[in-house]
């Protein structure tokens, strides 16, 4: 079976800091994507970066970078330059390629203070 | 504007009646999932749906029924509420076709539905 592990129940910085999310990944599966969600406080789930288990390359949206490492199971989440509206709960979460399935992380509740 | 949307978005009710938690897309996606979420637990899967008319179990079925009549829609059904399953619920819908593959597999989720079972 599939797990994903977050191990950082809450961090907090300070804004325009950078800040690491992490995540590692059980699986014996070779094709799988991951992603990251935000769950902000109004609840709704917002996608914020994936990455296709075949790519090498690290996938990056304006902020929001990953550190992908497929040998070790890990991807965890950079956020550089943090605004105080990153503050939210965020997920890493994990899909076989074909399968219908998000398995989640237990979330990590992340605070930008001003 | 594609989007899931869920009905009701809180609900109080009281152990044994009978609910139904709607869902519905517009994005003409053939996969559909209803997940719950807990704290400490991340979110985890009820329900998913392939298409119409085919429906499996996720992770933690128990206690709730679903169903697949039409593409865009897939209710989610707790025939006798237990205040275990007090929790806030989510739907999502997927695609693996179309013009853009960047999408394929992107779970879009619904606004999600706070539930209290008394």
């Known amino acids: 079976a599939q797990t994903v592990t977050q191990s950082q129940p809450e961090m907090s910085v300070q804004e325009a800091e950078t800040v690491t999310l992490s995540c590692t990944y059980d699986?014996?599966?070779?094709?799988?994507?991951l992603f990251w969600y935000k769950q902000p406080p109004s609840r709704q789930m917002i996608l914020v970066i994936r990455?296709?288990?075949?790519?090498?390359q690290n996938a990056t949206e304006n902020r929001f970078s990953v550190n992908f490492q497929k040998a070790a199971k890990s991807f965890s989440l950079k956020i550089s330059d943090s605004q105080l509206g990153d503050t939210a709960m965020y997920f890493c979460a994990f899909l076989i390629q074909g399968a219908q399935k998000l398995v989640f992380g237990q979330g990590t509740r992340l605070t930008i203070n001003p | 504007e594609a989007q899931v949307t869920q009905n009701p978005r809180y609900l109080i009710t009281v152990t044994g009646k009978k609910l139904t938690v709607t869902c519905s897309q517009n994005m003409n996606h053939e996969y559909m999932s209803w997940y719950r979420q807990d704290p400490g637990l991340g979110l985890r899967q009820i329900y998913y749906s392939m298409n119409v008319e085919v429906t499996d179990k996720g992770d933690v079925p128990e206690g709730y029924k679903v169903s697949r009549k039409e593409k865009r829609n897939f209710p989610l059904i707790l025939e006798s509420p237990s205040p275990n399953q007090t929790s806030l619920y989510f739907c999502?819908?997927?695609?693996?076709?179309?013009?853009?593959?960047?999408?394929?597999?992107?779970?879009?989720f619904g606004p999600g539905t706070r539930l209290t079972v008394l």
């Open positions: 999502a819908s997927s695609t693996q076709r179309g013009a853009s593959p960047r999408f394929y597999n992107e779970q879009f």
């Open positions: 699986t014996s599966e070779n094709n799988y994507y």
């Open positions: 990455q296709e288990a075949y790519k090498q």
